[in-house]
């Protein structure tokens, strides 16, 4: 039989492949050169390193939040917000403070009352008309230890400088 196969092959126009061994073992695959080799540790590292990269980024990315009032029922869907500070600045959830209830023609109008009335908060709210007596005290303490307010008293230390000099001038010549 063996005899029958050659006579195959030597009268045959074409060449026939070399026969290549198939090996299903893994045994046979790790000592063959040819094939690629993979080094456990390099799989390790490759996956620290994915480690490492998502642990950063977490670290520099702020996690993105569902806001609780903002769900829309006709997408089903939540809006994502990042933390901002004017997000948090417009959250529902934060009670303004009382000068932000305030607009610039009612600071204005109570800065030029309480020049005309000092403490007397009730006529205070009359001439700003749109806020009650607990709103203008309210604002008054807080207006109190603003910058704003150390500027606006010195413009007044001034005025009253200035009439006591005049006082004392009167006076003088009176007498």
Not at 61 to 67: E, G, K, R, V
Not at 102 to 110: D, R, V
Not at 116 to 134: I, W
Request: net charge positive; proline share 6%; charged share 25%.
């Amino acid at each position: 039989m063996k005899r029958k196969e050659e006579d195959v092959s030597t009268h045959s126009s074409s060449p026939s492949p070399p026969s290549k061994k198939i090996s299903t073992s893994s045994h046979d695959t790790e000592k063959d050169p040819k094939l690629p080799q993979t080094n456990p540790m390099r799989a390790m590292t490759g996956h620290a390193v994915n480690q490492y990269l998502h642990l950063s980024h977490n670290l520099t990315t702020p996690l993105a939040t569902i806001s609780p009032y903002g769900y829309n029922y006709k997408q089903g869907a939540f809006p994502i917000e990042r933390i901002s500070s004017l997000a948090l600045m417009q959250t529902k959830i934060r009670t303004p403070l009382a000068i932000e209830k305030w607009s610039p023609i009612e600071l204005s109008l109570f800065e030029t009352s309480m020049s005309l009335y000092g403490k007397q908060f009730n006529l205070v709210s009359k001439a700003v008309k749109t806020k009650s007596v607990r709103e203008v005290i309210e604002l008054y303490y807080l207006w109190k230890k603003s910058d704003h307010y150390k500027s606006w008293k010195r413009g007044f230390e001034c005025l009253i400088d200035a009439e006591d000099d005049v006082i004392a001038e009167e006076s003088n010549n009176n007498i």
